[in-house]
């Protein structure tokens, strides 16, 4: 069984960056394929980005391109997601997400969400 | 505005079947068989409940089911509980720049 767990809570000013890490357990971070997701208070889920395990590659949306970076430790079994020039429209809560090392993704594990804040 | 349309809220009564829809495109729901559907219950991350437009993962009651046709994807909740009132989303990989998006959710109320 796969284990999603989150870091908390971050309150950032616009402009600023913001990481966010999803540790992994039950499973190796190398045995998955990490993604985020992301949903704005009282809005729908939106996909940032993840691992695609056919290209070997990490793919972004392109909303976020530029302005997002997905890393991983797998010393740690962590995963990362970066995202720089906040703006109040960034608020919302981010959820690390995984389903095995497969392409197209769909989400049987989810992290508890972390939510960001972004207000001066 | 999502890239895939769902009617922002259904309703049923305990016992009934609702249907929920998911419209798109030749480009994502049409032309692939990679529709997923999301529960999420307020306060909590979302719950898989459907892949590959019909598939349940294990544990997933069978009164949940999916189907596709044309670009329109569905979810049916037969038999509906109190319990399953949520959000739904469905998912659906895209041969766009972006390769998945989500519908913009849609509330079910069980009354």
């Known amino acids: 069984q796969v284990q999603l767990v989150q870091s908390g809570a971050e309150v950032k000013k616009p402009g600023a960056s913001v990481k966010v890490s999803c540790k992994v357990s039950g499973y190796t971070l190398t045995e998955l394929s990490m993604h985020w997701v992301r949903q704005a208070p009282g809005k729908g889920l939106e996909w940032m980005g993840g691992?695609?395990?056919?290209?070997?590659?990490?793919i972004y949306a392109q909303k976020f391109q530029g302005r997002v970076t997905m890393t991983e430790d797998t010393s740690t079994d962590t995963a990362y997601m970066e995202l720089s020039s906040l703006r109040s429209e960034d608020t919302a809560v981010y959820y690390c997400?995984?389903?095995?090392?497969?392409?197209?993704?769909?989400?049987?594990?989810w992290g508890q969400g972390t939510l960001v804040t972004v207000s001066s | 505005q999502s890239a895939l349309t769902q009617p922002a809220s259904v309703s049923g009564s305990p016992g009934q079947s609702i249907t929920i829809s998911c419209t798109g495109t030749s480009s994502d729901v049409g032309g692939y068989n990679y529709v997923s559907w999301y529960q999420q219950h307020p306060g909590k991350a979302p719950k898989l409940m459907i892949y590959?437009?019909?598939n349940r993962p294990s544990g997933v009651p069978d009164r949940f089911s999916g189907s596709k046709s044309g670009n329109t994807a569905s979810l049916t909740i037969s038999g509906l509980q109190a319990e399953d009132e949520a959000d739904y989303y469905c998912s659906s990989y895209t041969s766009s720049s972006t390769p998945l998006v989500f519908g913009g959710g849609t509330k079910l109320t069980v009354l």
């Open positions: 590959e437009v019909s």
């Open positions: 997400a995984t389903g095995g090392p497969r392409w197209p993704p769909d989400f049987d594990y």
């Open positions: 691992f695609d395990p056919e290209d070997g590659e990490t």
